[in-house]
């Protein structure tokens, strides 16, 4: 994030030949890379994805909907706007929105209000270039000062709830649910039959348990010490259950692997871990 995003050590061409030794069928994308600030690069990228015989399913971007000013919450719809323009020249069909900072002074019916109307106010634009907006059960932007503002189960079900509409959608990360000091499998089987993308992610205990981790309260102001990103299928998030769960309710949609910070070896372990399933729980998929 910091080479992509921050000090440019990193070019997006050179992301895309890493990824492209990964036996994957699609990339990512993460609407802060700094060279997407140009728009003559949007068709190049999406090219260079092609040209590897993978696509560009899905966006990542970080929209801030709880801020209590109005002409702020305007400027990031403005923002979720272009994100979907971008989204939709690389050829994505998915489009990552967030609710906000978890802001103290924001109660959580007021924090609600504000999200949902902010997404709400993208919906149309999103249904006229086929994009559905997509909610992740975040933990934090890597950029923000404060929390997911939906962090909590209870808060993201709420905010889910208020928004209905055929683009919209849920994308299912299990890990952060750990980060919120709760069970994945609980807020899937909530928010299952709305789930159309997935984040898959593993997390592992460095010390103590999860009911240590539950006091904490999730690390409520900083990722919490006691949780690692690993590898996949060597974590506590258990696939089976969690697939299981996602193909009775017919989910067929992208997953994407969030890995590798410890290498490219580990993501590829991770690769094959995911397929493995894939095609155990999904054999049609072949």
């Known amino acids: 994030m910091q080479a992509l995003c921050k000090d440019g050590t990193m070019k997006v061409s050179e992301w895309i030949a890493l990824a492209s030794t990964l036996e994957v069928r699609g990339l990512e994308w993460y609407a802060g890379f700094l060279e997407m600030a140009d728009r003559s690069n949007w068709s190049r990228f999406r090219q260079e994805v092609e040209d590897t015989g993978r696509v560009i399913p899905m966006m990542c971007c970080s929209p801030d909907f709880t801020h209590p000013d109005p002409a702020f919450r305007a400027a990031e719809i403005a923002k979720q706007i272009q994100w979907i323009d971008m989204t939709h020249a690389l050829g994505g069909s998915y489009c990552r929105v967030l609710s906000g900072q978890r802001r103290p002074e924001i109660g959580v019916e007021e924090g609600v209000a504000y999200a949902a109307e902010s997404i709400i106010a993208c919906l149309p634009y999103a249904a006229d270039h086929g994009i559905t907006l997509i909610l992740e059960n975040h933990y934090k932007d890597d950029f923000w000062d404060y929390p997911e503002f939906a962090q909590k189960m209870d808060v993201f079900c709420l905010l889910v709830d208020a928004v209905r509409h055929p683009n919209f959608g849920v994308n299912y990360d299990p890990s952060n649910t750990y980060l919120a000091g709760e069970d994945p499998l609980e807020l899937l089987k909530r928010v299952s ?22 006091r904490e309260e999730g690390g409520a102001m900083g990722y919490a010490k006691r949780l690692r990103h690993g590898e996949i299928g060597q974590g506590l998030n258990d696939y089976d259950a969690i697939f299981t769960e996602l193909k ?13 910070v410890d290498g490219m070896d580990q993501l590829e372990r991770s690769v094959a871990f995911l397929k493995k399933k894939i095609a155990l729980h999904w054999p049609e998929m072949g």
């Open 193 to 214: 039959d709305r789930v159309v993308t997935m984040h898959a992610s593993d997390r592992y205990l460095a010390e103590g348990t999860i009911e240590d981790l539950r």
């Open 248 to 260: 009775r309710v017919g989910f067929d949609g992208w997953i994407s692997i969030e890995d590798g």
